[in-house]
Nanobody, 127 residues
């Protein structure tokens, strides 16, 4: 069974950096897409970044994310999110998701495309 666990969140001042990690401890086999979503209080859940297990292709969200967020993979069971120049607007619960399909074959920022989700890791950015 898929069991996703996120880590790396915390409290940081504006301009700081964080590196989030997500590990699928229940991985069995096959290619997959892993993604990061975030949701702030009162806001919709939005896609942040995504990447397939065996691809160099990366996917990013809107202009406020692009350039400051970097997604990476080093195995079929994990995904990372390096965040720089954090702003208070980045404050949210960050969730990891996965599905046993390549990101290129789905809409990577469609939450309904994913079959498994982690519990999230909180990122709080102060001014």
């Amino acid at each position: 069974q898929v069991r996703l666990v996120e880590s790396g969140g915390g409290s940081v001042q504006a301009g700081g950096s964080l590196r989030l990690s997500c590990v699928n401890s229940g991985y069995t086999d096959g290619r997959n897409c892993m993604a990061w979503f975030r949701q702030a209080p009162g806001k919709k859940r939005e896609g942040v970044a995504a990447m397939s297990s065996t691809s160099t292709w990366t996917y990013y969200g809107d202009s406020s994310i692009k350039g400051r967020f970097r997604v990476s993979r080093d195995s079929a069971t994990s995904v990372y999110l390096q965040i720089s120049s954090l702003q208070p607007e980045d404050t949210a619960m960050y969730y990891c998701a996965t599905v046993d399909k390549l990101c290129a074959t789905i809409s990577p920022f469609d939450a309904n495309a994913y079959s498994s989700w982690g519990q999230g890791t909180q990122v709080t950015v102060s001014s």
